[in-house]
């Protein structure tokens, strides 16, 4: 998705905000992009704001502050979970969960 597109859809998010008090603009921006964007998009609103957030509203480049950043991509558009002791997975494993027939 182009920059043009992410920051036309973050500041139409902000029109709708437009009324609202500051602070709850800002969270309410915040809160549609972390419910509502795929982390692929919230990572190109970062890469857009990283390189000076040119055509974003100033609510948005506020609320930024409260958007969740998503984990890095490998440049094919996965996403890679550090496998640990917390990782569901992994712990199940540990705890013979999975065993051999």
């Not at 973050?10 to 603009?25: L, R, T, V």
């Not at 998009?41 to 950043?69: C, P, S, T, Y």
């Amino acid at each position: 998705m182009s920059h043009e597109k992410i920051v036309r859809m973050a500041n139409q998010i902000a029109d709708f905000f437009a009324s609202y008090p500051p602070e709850e603009a800002e969270a309410g921006i915040a809160g549609h992009i972390n419910s509502f964007w795929e982390p692929r998009m919230r990572r190109q609103l970062f890469d857009h704001l990283a390189d000076g957030g040119e055509g974003l509203r100033d609510v948005v480049v506020r609320a930024a502050e409260q958007i969740r950043k998503p984990p890095p991509s490998d440049g094919a558009g996965y996403q890679h979970q550090k496998q640990t002791e917390e990782t569901p997975d992994v712990r199940r494993a540990e705890e013979g969960a999975y065993r051999s027939p």
